[in-house]
């Protein structure tokens, strides 16, 4: 018996467009909010933005088994997609309107498998160091008990969004 899972996401241009018209976390706070539509990325992977402040991101994901490698955990993209996320959306948390980022570079540490069984995990981004060109963000991937399962770090470039 196969199973199936169906989800939809919103047209991303119009998110795309608002991005840099106002500062990082303005954005964000309005994605988080539904003001504007969320990444097809997220409906694709079923995550979700929980929190956002200077600096800092949390994504959430309660694991499924469309997320499952062959031999029966979760699929270690899926850890990059979250830590990635989260690390990425710490950094656009602080920048000014006009500004964007895109990453350079992940690194990430698998500690522990996950499964159905473990529950929602969350991956915590928090900004390390941010220059002129470049920012240093890390992320760990938590679970209900705050058992560290990944973490990662990430080097974003940073640049100025031509002007419309």
């Not at 539509?37 to 600096?55: M, N, Y």
């Not at 656009?92 to 309107?97: C, E, G, K």
């Not at 690194?107 to 996950?114: G, S």
């Amino acid at each position: 018996m196969g199973r199936t899972r169906t989800y939809e996401w919103e047209d991303p241009a119009l998110t795309a467009a608002a991005a840099g018209q106002g500062s990082g976390l303005d954005f964000l706070r309005d994605l988080q909010a539904g003001k504007l539509p969320g990444a097809p990325v997220g409906a694709t992977v079923g995550f979700t933005l929980d929190e956002v402040e200077k600096g800092r991101a949390v994504f959430s994901l309660v694991p499924g088994e469309q997320h499952y490698n062959p031999i029966g955990s979760v699929h270690g993209g899926i850890y990059a997609t979250l830590l990635d996320s989260a690390a990425g959306c710490a950094v656009q948390s602080t920048l000014p309107p006009g500004t964007a980022y895109t990453s350079l570079d992940l690194t990430v540490k698998f500690l522990r498998r996950i499964t159905v069984d473990t529950g929602t995990v969350r991956a915590i981004g928090t900004v390390i160091s941010s220059g002129r060109q470049t920012a240093l963000a890390q992320a760990q991937l938590m679970d209900a008990t705050d058992r560290v399962l990944a973490h990662a770090t990430s080097t974003c470039m940073l640049f100025p969004l031509p002007s419309a």
